[in-house]
């Protein structure tokens, strides 16, 4: 093996693994997005996930993955409690709440009916 191919196989490895690292990075389009432990994904099918606990103080964010507007009320369908309401949630758009109190808090889509559960402990 001459000195220049050595080099030149050097130069492929390097581009190699400068590619992998570029791949491996947060902006990868081919990486799924990974939900964080304080967030909520309003998706098609409902809020994921259905039932979230969080330490008292968390603020928790609601992301809107739908193609629809959703809402997130405190209570139940019927019945809400007024603690909080997020307004319209557009797609792709997020609202949050701070929750400092330990309980057990329903919320639902004040348009769609879907309910979910946040619990502060
Ligand atoms: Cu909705």
């Not at 304080?38 to 739908?66: C, H, M, Y």
């Amino acid at each position: 093996m001459t000195k220049g191919s050595v080099s030149r196989g050097l130069i492929w490895v390097t581009a190699a693994v400068a590619l992998l690292l570029s791949a491996c990075g947060k902006d990868n389009p081919f990486l799924p997005e990974i939900r964080e432990d304080n967030q909520v994904w309003i998706q098609s099918d409902g809020f994921n996930p259905r039932t979230l606990t969080v330490q008292a103080g968390t603020t928790v964010e609601w992301i809107n993955k739908d193609s629809e507007v959703h809402l997130v009320d405190s209570g139940t369908p019927g019945k809400p409690t007024l603690l909080f309401t997020s307004k319209n949630i557009k797609p792709g758009e997020s609202w949050s709440y701070t929750f400092n109190k330990a309980g057990t808090y329903p919320y639902y889509c004040g348009i769609h009916g879907r309910t979910g559960t946040i619990v502060v402990e």
